[in-house]
């Protein structure tokens, strides 16, 4: 089966501010699809930080962090989700679910044989990655965990994330730059459109509609009960090293929502918490990566 996809234009990609990083290629991933990501540092270090972006962004976000753990020796791994960044972008809305994503994040760690990995995420990022270490225990040895949430089907709803289904649900080509610059104060006119070079128009846009639908709201949703599974194993397995900073002004996955994903992870110090910074912790990521570096040391 090949899945009917469009490619982004690598023209769009040329000169973005601060990400100066070689593409790289998992071609036939999944089912015909190329998954992009990016692999910085050396290929030989002891710790791989494999950094994992959510809705809308693509590994773009992770420009400030990454020459932060590079510079201390580190590789860093940062794919872009299918439907994101240099990724292949499904056309079909309903190809894009918990699953599939899950899916491939599975096989790409299989591709690149990723081991002593350091899972940095947030958004999406952990919703999914954090279902992963309990079913690769050996791969990983730590967590940098920010503003993103187990959702195991039985968490009360923020008001907030309704208000975000509902308008993407309403605006489903909403404007990616203007969301940015709303929620990043003092974030550049070519960073603003560097988060819409993936998305010349609204073909390339399923994978950013069907993120806020797809997210398990009861119990039976798909992902629910994987991510039942996975709070359960941190709470109770995970012996690893975490660390956790929280985006403060964040409306919808802030610091309420975060306490109860740092009651789940099993010896995790307490959290840093950022004041004006929201959502996208990441645009504050120089702060976030020497402290995580420095905790870990």
């Known amino acids: 089966m090949t899945i009917e996809a469009l490619r982004t234009p690598d023209d769009r990609f040329d000169d973005l501010p601060g990400y100066t990083f070689e593409p790289h290629y998992a071609d036939q991933l999944v089912d015909g699809l190329r998954l992009h990501y990016l692999d910085e540092g050396p290929a030989d270090a002891e710790h791989t930080f494999f950094c994992l972006h959510g809705e809308p962004t693509w590994s773009y976000l992770y420009r400030k962090m990454i020459p932060i753990f590079t510079a201390a020796g580190h590789r860093v791994v940062a794919p872009d989700f299918f439907g994101f960044g240099r990724s292949d972008k499904p056309i079909d809305d309903?190809?894009?679910?918990?699953?599939?994503?899950?899916?491939?994040?599975l096989r790409l760690l299989e591709r690149l044989a990723l081991h002593n990995i350091t899972l940095v995420c947030q958004d999406w990022g952990g919703t999914l990655g954090l279902t992963l270490p309990m079913d690769?225990?050996?791969?990983?040895?730590?967590?940098?965990v920010m503003n993103t949430v187990l959702t195991t089907g039985q968490?009360?709803?923020?008001?907030?994330f309704l208000d975000w289904q509902n308008f993407v649900a309403s605006k489903p080509d909403f404007d990616i730059g203007n969301l940015m610059a709303r929620a990043v104060p003092?974030?550049?006119?070519?960073?603003?459109a560097a988060y819409m070079a993936p998305f010349p128009d609204s073909r390339y846009?399923?994978?950013v509609r069907r993120f806020p639908a797809i997210m398990p709201m009861k119990p039976e949703d798909n992902g629910a009960d994987i991510s039942r599974r996975a709070a359960e194993w941190f709470s109770s397995q995970w012996d690893g090293r975490a660390f956790m900073a929280i985006g403060l002004d964040d409306p919808v996955l802030g610091k309420s929502v975060m306490e109860k994903l740092y009651?789940?992870?099993?010896?995790?110090?307490?959290?840093?918490?950022?004041?004006?910074v929201g959502h996208f912790v990441q645009e504050s990521g120089?702060?976030?990566?020497?402290?995580?570096?420095?905790?870990?040391?």
Do not use: N
């Open 136 to 144: 690769m225990p050996e791969r990983f040895g730590r967590l940098i």
């Open 263 to 276: 009651a789940h992870i099993r010896g995790c110090p307490p959290p840093l918490e950022l004041v004006g």
């Open 205 to 207: 846009r399923a994978g």
């Open 286 to 297: 120089q702060q976030v990566a020497k402290a995580a570096l420095a905790a870990f040391a």
């Open 155 to 160: 968490l009360a709803v923020s008001e907030g």
């Open 186 to 192: 003092g974030i550049s006119e070519k960073e603003r």
């Open 94 to 105: 309903a190809v894009y679910t918990f699953d599939f994503h899950r899916d491939t994040l």
